[in-house]
């Protein structure tokens, strides 16, 4: 490929702006703005492939460079615009409102598994910098040395061609919440927000054991049984599941964002199984796809469709190949979405978190994190109404799961501003 890895997914930005993400994270006591400015300058040196601003090279074609401006911090209280004089030209940029910090940044470069290690080393600095004693094992300092495995990309070319075992095609036709899509439309300037969901981690783990299951798929046939309450005239429902397959393409120390859904259908006979049998079948079309030879599969159309940017002559060219041939385009729609990649070993950061919450752009969307005792939940919607959520917490209370549900709060994603 001619261009640098992480600026692909830029093309498609001015036209689907698909690729804003904010992290909260709730400490056991209010910021300190000095003390946090002081280790985001710190941090952000730890990362210089995060430490690059955008440009428009001699080829018409997006390119990073390095910045050595500091990642800024601000109040949370209007919308971040990355890549701007406001954020030095950077697409990462810290803000924080009470015990909260939020960290702001494009998908382009990372998601959760790439962003947690900044995030980490940011709250390391700024805990040691309150005077608390931190172990570093597992965080990234500027004592940690960066290696060319951080860096490494896949090479398409190298990967293996064999075939997948199984059906992997997968119905067109499940029921997507169209109505909610096109109100959204009409008012893309809309409450667009999410509602903080804490299930205790020990008790989830439990029921998941139990009902030979994981997080994942016992989340997706809660939604299902959610979704066959609220559209009982629907017949078909699909939830996907993010899958971050790193390890299969070579790739498992690498910062950059290599992650693909699963797609898991539901018929509507389902409906009156019980938890533990939709559980059950859930596993095992997550097993399928999470082949390698699917990932491999993945990459290499991944590699197609960056090839088919370069191929075009002209920024507008790129940019419109982008829109009409990137991922949300060919994706397969869905009922809802839910994200549990950015699963992290928090160590002696954990006695002092409280929560921490993904938001992302996406309806019915659940992004899961973990804290030492949590699961937190941001159920994202488009409009601040309660049916899906009161749905999805009278559909756990019946599985005998316990929760605490905070108020709903909007997403207020970064803009991302480029040249």
């Known amino acids: 490929m001619m261009n640098d890895f992480d600026t692909y997914a830029l093309y498609g930005i001015k036209k689907r702006n698909l690729y804003s993400v904010r992290i909260k994270v709730i400490l056991d006591a209010p910021v300190r703005e000095d003390v946090l400015r002081t280790a985001a300058e710190k941090a952000i040196r730890r990362f210089p492939y995060y430490a690059r601003r955008v440009m428009i090279n001699d080829r018409n074609a997006y390119e990073l460079i390095p910045c050595e401006k500091p990642v800024t911090v601000s109040k949370d209280d209007h919308i971040v615009e990355l890549g701007t004089g406001e954020t030095n030209d950077l697409l990462f940029a810290i803000t924080y409102d009470g015990s909260s910090i939020y960290f702001n940044f494009s998908h382009t470069f990372c998601g959760g598994c790439g962003a947690m290690r900044w995030i980490k080393s940011t709250l390391w600095y700024y805990l040691t910098g309150l005077g608390h004693t931190i172990d570093s094992s597992g965080i990234m300092t500027l004592d940690t040395p960066v290696t060319p495995e951080e860096y490494k990309e896949p090479d398409a070319a190298s990967l293996p061609t064999d075939p997948p075992i199984g059906n992997l095609d997968f119905p067109t036709d499940s029921f997507t919440l169209n109505a909610d899509y096109m109100e959204f439309m009409r008012d893309p300037d809309g409450v667009m927000g999410f509602y903080p969901v804490r299930i205790p981690k020990k008790e989830l783990m439990k029921y998941a054991r139990d009902n030979d299951g994981s997080p994942n798929s016992i989340i997706s046939a809660v939604l299902f049984r959610m979704f066959t309450g609220l559209f009982p005239d629907q017949r078909k429902f699909s939830v996907k599941i ?58 290499r159309q991944v590699d197609a469709f960056r090839k088919g940017i370069d191929a075009q002559t002209d920024l507008d060219g790129k940019e419109n190949y982008a829109f009409e041939n990137g991922p949300a385009t060919r994706g ?16 002696g950061l954990a006695p002092f978190l409280r929560g921490i919450y993904s938001l992302t752009l996406g309806h019915v969307m659940l992004e899961i994190n973990a804290t030492e005792k949590d699961f937190c939940i941001s159920f994202q919607t488009v409009y601040q109404h309660e049916k899906y959520l009161k749905a999805f917490l009278r559909t756990l209370d019946e599985e005998g799961l316990s929760c605490a549900v905070g108020d709903f709060e909007e997403r207020r994603l970064p803009k991302i501003i480029l040249p």
């Open 242 to 299: 993010a899958c971050n397959y790193r390890d299969d393409v070579g790739c498992p120390e690498t910062y950059r964002d290599l992650v693909r859904l699963m797609q898991i259908t539901y018929p509507y006979k389902m409906k009156d199984w019980p938890i533990e049998k939709i559980s059950t079948a859930t596993r095992s079309q997550m097993y399928i796809q999470m082949q390698p030879e699917v990932s491999w599969q993945e990459y």
């Open 332 to 347: 397969i729609p869905s009922t809802a979405v839910i994200s549990y990649v950015g699963r992290v070993e928090w160590g």
